[in-house]
């Protein structure tokens, strides 16, 4: 039986010898790739972090400790020795696994993560709150650990946290999980003594002796001291490169192998023994134990992954048969975007590009190829990206901020006082706008909207399809002032490729004319309004008209005021939280021109959107075409048609 199947808690994995624990390592990366194949997932962060999963349950007791899991996409081997081993085949899919720390999951979860940068405040809280016990309570000698990893490390709020515990001195474990994407490794054999002589006992008594009786020697001791402490330092820092943690507070070790369990068991274990704060630096592989992954982590971090072929996992087995006829897929609306901003770049020289560390996701990447001057990442810092389009703005630039709708939400503040309140030039590219599925609670794009129309000076548009979505982005560039463009991550109506045009802000247009009902949409869903518009007609003899907003703010409110008047029933569609919506917009112009008429909102409920494949959250929402059309009819208090199950009727108003 392989051991991972043997083990229920992982307080078990103390009792394995060393050769057990190298094939459990193997097993978890093996159960990873297997179940990544058909689920998709963070895979390659999680293979690089394995052996240090396995040494910090080894060297702590879980749940009484605590390990924090920064971002949380390190975290698939905790999850598989922490419970979840036999559900872990449903990975982000509906009701299944989460891709991310969930506290409703384990017990042994600690907090329920997604966002880079929040795993040293959150295990910086928990120590202050252990440190506040009483005395005598056994949670005084909680160990409490975070891991750390994947440019982290960087983040503005991660450094804050950092400044704070020099200072606090709480006793706390950083793992600084080094994987070529945060900071560069000291390396060397010197560097590597030095800090296995730090780990020890005697190092630490030493050191405390030297500073207690060193100074208090007449005539030599103060200068002996002091030429021993300047020489210390310039070896450290020349040799090991460890200033800025030192200089702050916090004792550094590092760089160990991040693949050696035993170096790393041991290190962790003398590590909690040592008073105050600690950081270790461990230099790991991202995607080890899986070729592809290792060749490209870029590619193998993301959620969406191509099937694997089994043969690279045991070549004994069989690979996958190749599809015998790849699937057209039209292009994305990010590609759409990318491909509009390259053109428009390449006649104005002021357009430049900002990424927080997504070059790839957002597009950008292409733009960095072709323009590498004129493109920054400025890594997982979205507030220093937005305050920097800022003074782009002001030296003369034409700045495009590109950033997922999720963590967008951290430069709001300076969206609100640095851009909107300058009135400046800035195109915010709100991609991954609406669900996207299967990261869960943390990253569905379903907050951005109603925040951003509150801002003096922004204004707000999302595209119906991929072409509006150029015209768009050509109508930012055109504009003086600051625009959120919103879109998602879907791929787009498959509509021919051509060059955007500028577009009348604030105008929206009327696609379909009828005399019952008015259907008002923001961004794509409006394609899925025109096929509830047909249904309605076709089951019930409704006539819809179909108008695409185009903008959040400003509303074309004298077209929708002057549709809206007589009609049975107006409904509002958009893929972002109810409260403070598109809806609420058209509602607040439709009271403000006294227009009494029943109006129904489709948009997300109120509440966090769990994890799963886009289409069923649509469903589970009921925002996808038959929820719309079932909301419709409750509203409106008609009854469902009988519909065959293979007739036409029932297909044409489920198509995605």
Same mark, same amino acid.
């Given at each position: ?8 808690? =992982? ?17 978890? @990366? ?56 036999? $559900?872990? $085949? ?9 891709? %991310? ?9 600690? %907090? ?9 405040? &959150? ?29 982290? &490390? ?76 300047? #020489? ?23 760089? +160990? ?10 290190? %962790? ?5 040592? /008073? ?7 230099? #790991? ?12 982590? *870029? ?13 690279? &996992?045991?070549?004994?087995?069989? =690979? +996958? ?12 609306? #990010?590609?759409? %975007? ?15 590009? &900002? ?43 034409? /700045?495009? *901020? ?14 609100? $006082? ?12 709100? !991609? ?25 000076? +922004? ?5 119906? !399809? ?35 045009? =500028? ?22 869903? *409006? ?14 003899? +409704? ?28 409904? #509002? ?44 959250? @649509? ?38």
């Amino acid at each position: 039986m392989p051991t991972l199947d043997t083990l229920n808690d =992982p307080n078990q994995l103390r009792a394995l010898s060393a050769e057990q624990l190298e094939e459990l390592a193997a097993e978890l @990366r093996e159960k990873m790739i297997r179940t990544v194949q058909h689920t998709g997932g963070h895979l390659a962060s999680s293979l690089g972090a394995v052996e240090i999963t396995l040494a910090l349950h080894r060297v702590m007791t879980s749940p009484r400790d605590r390990i924090v899991w920064d971002t949380g996409h390190q975290a698939y081997a905790h999850k598989l020795l922490t419970g979840r081993r036999e $559900h872990f $085949h449903t990975l982000r899919q509906l009701g299944g696994v989460g891709g %991310f720390p969930r506290r409703s999951e384990s017990e042994h979860d600690v %907090f329920d993560g997604g966002h880079a940068g929040t795993g040293v405040s &959150i295990a910086v809280g928990l120590a202050a709150a252990r440190d506040l016990s009483p005395a005598g309570d056994p949670l005084r000698d909680q160990r409490i650990a975070v891991c750390v990893g994947d440019a982290a &490390i960087q983040t503005g709020l991660t450094l804050e946290a950092l400044n704070h515990l020099g200072d606090a001195k709480h006793r706390l474990l950083i793992v600084l999980n080094d994987n070529e994407m945060s900071i560069s490794p000291s390396v060397g054999g010197l560097s590597t003594r030095l800090n296995k002589l730090r780990l020890t006992r005697a190092y630490q008594e030493t050191k405390s002796l030297t500073q207690r009786v060193l100074p208090r020697i007449p005539l030599i001791g103060r200068p002996l001291f002091a030429a021993l402490a300047f #020489t210390k330092e310039g070896f450290k820092r020349s040799w090991a490169k460890v200033g800025f943690f030192e200089d702050i507070g916090i004792t550094y070790i590092g760089v +160990l192998d991040g693949h050696d369990l035993g170096e790393l068991e041991q290190s %962790f274990e003398r590590a909690f023994a040592l /008073p105050g704060p600690v950081l270790v630096h461990v230099k #790991t592989i991202k995607g080890k134990g899986y070729g592809p992954a290792e060749m490209d982590s *870029v590619s193998f971090h993301g959620a969406s992954l191509p099937p694997i072929d089994l043969c690279l &996992i045991d070549p004994t087995e069989e =690979p +996958l048969p190749p599809e015998t006829e790849p699937r057209r897929r039209p292009k994305t609306y #990010t590609a759409a %975007f990318a491909e509009e901003l390259l053109r428009l770049a390449a006649d104005d020289e002021r357009i430049c590009a &900002i990424t927080a560390g997504m070059p790839t996701g957002t597009g950008l990447a292409r733009f960095g190829a072709r323009f590498p001057s004129r493109l920054f990442d400025v890594g997982i810092a979205e507030q220093h990206a937005v305050t920097m389009a800022a003074g782009l703005a002001l030296g003369g630039m034409r /700045p495009v *901020v590109a950033l997922y709708s999720t963590f967008s939400q951290r430069a709001y503040d300076q969206l609100v $006082h640095d851009v909107c309140q300058n009135d400046l030039p800035v195109l915010l590219a709100i !991609d991954r706008a609406g669900l996207v599925g299967e990261d869960g609670t943390s990253h569905q794009g379903m907050f951005t909207l109603g925040p951003q129309r509150a801002l003096p000076n +922004l204004v707000i548009a999302s595209p119906k !399809d991929e072409q509006e979505l150029r015209d768009l982005v050509v109508t930012a560039f055109a504009h003086a002032g600051p625009m959120s463009l919103h879109y998602p991550r879907d791929p787009g109506e498959d509509l021919p490729d051509r060059e955007g045009e =500028p577009l009348e802000i604030g105008r929206g247009e009327v696609l379909l004319s009828g005399g019952d009902l008015l259907l008002v949409g923001f961004g794509p869903i *409006v394609q899925r309004l025109l096929r509830v518009a047909q249904s309605l007609e076709r089951q019930h003899g +409704l006539a819809a008209t179909v108008i695409n907003a185009r903008w959040a703010k400003p509303l074309d409110e004298e077209l929708i005021i002057a549709q809206a008047v007589g009609r049975r029933l107006v409904v #509002t569609a958009e893929e972002s939280a109810a409260m403070g919506g598109f809806g609420d917009g058209v509602l607040d112009a439709l009271n403000r021109a006294g227009i009494r008429v029943p109006l129904l909102k489709v948009a997300l409920a109120e509440g966090f959107v769990h994890h799963g494949a886009v289409e069923d959250l @649509r469903r589970q929402q009921r925002i996808d075409a038959p929820g719309i059309l079932a909301q419709i009819r409750e509203a409106m208090g008609l009854r469902e048609p009988i519909v065959r199950p293979d007739s036409d009727e029932a297909s044409s108003v489920s198509a995605a």
